[in-house]
């Protein structure tokens, strides 16, 4: 679609075009010039590639008489949503100034972000810690928030759709593929990133797929490695997990473990609101600092479902939601039901805590 990009200097009532920034399914992104203003925007277009087509005059129009309806259809739902967006106030969302029909298309105009993209900011700065990254992590789950609060999902959450503009603050850009909940969802995927959801259009999506989308971009800041696709995930995961993968000096076990939980390849095993995981994501910060875990002994069994839950039931009174991601990751390493509650057992922080976890499990299980 980039040949059908509008020229540069094209003038677009007080925008002037400078350069093609990114082509997306529904349309084009250029970086543009307020005249009045004087001022760098981003300015999108609506030109969905697989059913309109550019004029010589500019202009543009539906493939064919066949696709005329469903162009329309999708020119006022993106100026619906521009609308909708651009009623967002807030730091970490980038900012949408304003919308408007010509050309036979729609645009909207948004601000410009001066800064890097999340990778090339993060690539002299790694490894980032724990507090670096909430401290990114943070401002943009309540920019979600507010989001999702609308009745809107982003759905193409990426570390290139996350900016740091030159003050360090993080920014959401790219609202492009952004949906209303109760409106017909059609399939956006950005490998690694997107949730299974996204691959088909009566996937059940949710403000859960924008987490998962969320939870690996911090998968890839402390891994340095891209989620595999969520396609892959469904039938048998290999996917190291947050836990497994990341340096346990570094980061909590607990923050690992929320990372995990948005990850769940089954959306109803994630977290459901920003609300929720930001509680796993941040909770309060140890003491003390625990040692690395030793090497996973090497005769695993599978246990009972009923075990299973039952520990995870056990383990929220001390590490809340998160729970259900550890116990399933301690499953894989334990031998017997002892040993599974002595594995949860290392994961709660307090050491009174502790051993009145052990008192109440560990015994319990030895009688059965």
């Known amino acids: 679609m980039a040949a059908h990009a509008l020229p540069a200097g094209y003038a677009l009532q007080e925008y002037r075009i400078e350069k093609l920034l990114g082509v997306g399914g529904f349309g084009l992104t250029y970086l543009a010039r307020d005249q009045n203003l004087e001022l760098k925007v981003a300015l999108k277009e609506y030109l969905p590639g697989d059913i309109a087509l550019r004029g010589p005059d500019q202009t543009v129009a539906p493939a064919s008489p066949d696709t005329a309806e469903t162009f329309s259809w999708g020119k006022r739902r993106f100026l619906d949503e521009s609308r909708t967006l651009a009623s967002f106030r807030h730091p970490n969302i980038v900012r ?33 810690d724990e507090a670096q990254i909430a401290a990114l992590a943070r401002p943009l789950l309540d920019g979600l928030e507010v989001v999702h609060k609308a009745g809107f999902m982003h ?103 929320a990372i995990d939980w948005a990850l769940a390849p089954n959306e ?37 479902q009923q075990t299973l839950e039952r520990a995870a039931q056990e383990l929220a009174e001390y590490l809340g939601p998160v729970a259900k991601v550890v116990v399933k990751r301690a499953a894989a390493k334990a031998r ?33």
């Open 96 to 128: 949408v100034m304003r919308f408007f029909e010509a050309n036979g298309s729609a645009y909207m105009v948004m601000e410009f972000v001066e800064g890097a993209a999340l990778a090339d900011w993060m690539a002299p700065r790694r490894p980032l």
């Open 336 to 368: 017997d039901e002892r040993e599974l509650y002595l594995l949860l057992a290392d994961e709660i922080e307090d050491q009174a805590e502790r051993k009145a976890f052990i008192r109440k499990t560990v015994s319990i299980s030895g009688k059965r």
């Open 155 to 257: 759905r193409d959450i990426k570390p290139g759709n996350v900016y740091i503009r030159e003050d360090g603050s993080p920014v959401l850009i790219d609202f492009g593929s952004a949906r209303q909940k109760s409106s017909e969802l059609t399939a956006v995927v950005s490998p690694g990133y997107a949730p299974f959801e996204q691959y088909h259009t009566q996937g059940k999506q949710g403000p859960w797929s924008d987490l998962y989308a969320l939870g690996g971009v911090l998968y890839w800041m402390i891994t340095g490695n891209r989620p595999h696709e969520a396609a892959a995930r469904i039938r048998q995961d290999s996917m190291p997990s947050a836990v497994q993968a990341a340096d346990r000096s570094r980061y909590r076990t607990e923050f690992l473990a």
């Open 268 to 304: 109803d095993e994630r977290p459901q609101s920003v609300a929720e995981w930001r509680q796993a994501l941040f909770a309060a910060e140890p003491k003390t600092q625990k040692l690395a875990p030793s090497a996973p002994p090497p005769a695993a069994k599978v246990l009972p």
